[in-house]
T-cell receptor, first 115, second 114 residues
Framework: GAGVSQSPRYKVAKRGQDVALRCDPI?????LFWYQQALGQGPEFLTY????????KSGLPSDRFFAERPEGSVSTLKIQRTQQEDSAVYLC?????????????FGEGSWLTVV | AQSVTQPDIHITVSEGASLELRCNYS??????LFWYVQSPGQGLQLLLK??????LVQGIKGFEAEFKRSQSSFNLRKPSVHWSDAAEYFC????????????FGTGTQLKVEL
């Protein structure tokens, strides 16, 4: 596609529910990232994939957060037993090869509200 | 660990006036540096980036930034602000050789008065 596509754009979940957020990166982009942006804050790194391999998951805040990219394209961020502190915008980004200076492109985000 | 400080939470400028947004970073080696802009309800759009070479970097929409190693700064400038520039601006640092994990500042909200 033309850009990074995320769905759903908006999600309201009851506390304790599981949610799944989808990211379609730009076609051909090897690298894929997930960031969490709380209200009034800058994005914070969650996890990074190169193709299907999850190379860095150091930013995942708890074991309730899980990300996968099984075929090296679409990625899903799953949050189990959601808590109110999980309310944030979840941004997905992709790049051809960021280490070589390629631009990292961000999607418009999935806005999660936990009530 | 790398970190970014954007000391100004809010800035208001008049349309047509010049703009400078401050960014200071902490990183042990030569960093990758970025400025992104975010309009309400939108994702992040890259304005410009510094990897190496010329320390004065030109970006889109008439923005530029200068990397000053001695001051650990990467301030964003624009000579004449347009009302459409009102948005939130984020400075970010990435690790060379990695470049894959960006650390963002808390952002500067720019308001433009007509």
């Amino acid at each position: 596609g033309a850009g990074v596509s995320q769905s759903p754009r908006y999600k309201v979940a009851k506390r304790g529910q599981d949610v799944a957020l989808r990211c379609d990166p730009i076609s051909g982009h090897v690298s894929l990232f997930w960031y969490q942006q709380a209200l009034g804050q800058g994005p914070e790194f969650l996890t990074y994939f190169q193709n299907e391999a999850q190379l860095d998951k150091s930013g995942l805040p708890s074991d309730r957060f899980f990300a996968e990219r099984p075929e090296g394209s679409v990625s899903t961020l799953k949050i189990q037993r959601t808590q109110q502190e999980d309310s944030a915008v979840y941004l997905c980004a992709s790049s051809l090869n960021p280490s070589s200076g390629n631009t990292i492109y961000f999607g418009e985000g999935s806005w999660l509200t936990v009530v | 660990a790398q970190s970014v400080t954007q000391p100004d939470i809010h800035i208001t400028v008049s349309e047509g006036a010049s703009l400078e947004l401050r960014c200071n970073y902490s990183y042990g080696a030569t960093p990758y540096l970025f400025w992104y802009v975010q309009s309400p309800g939108q994702g992040l759009q890259l304005l410009l980036k510094y990897f190496s070479g010329d320390t004065l970097v030109q970006g889109i929409k008439g923005f530029e930034a200068e990397f000053k190693r001695s001051q650990s700064s990467f301030n964003l400038r624009k000579p004449s602000v347009h009302w459409s520039d009102a948005a939130e601006y984020f400075c970010a640092v990435g690790a060379q050789g990695g470049g894959n994990k960006l650390t963002f500042g808390t952002g500067t909200q720019l308001k433009v008065e007509l």
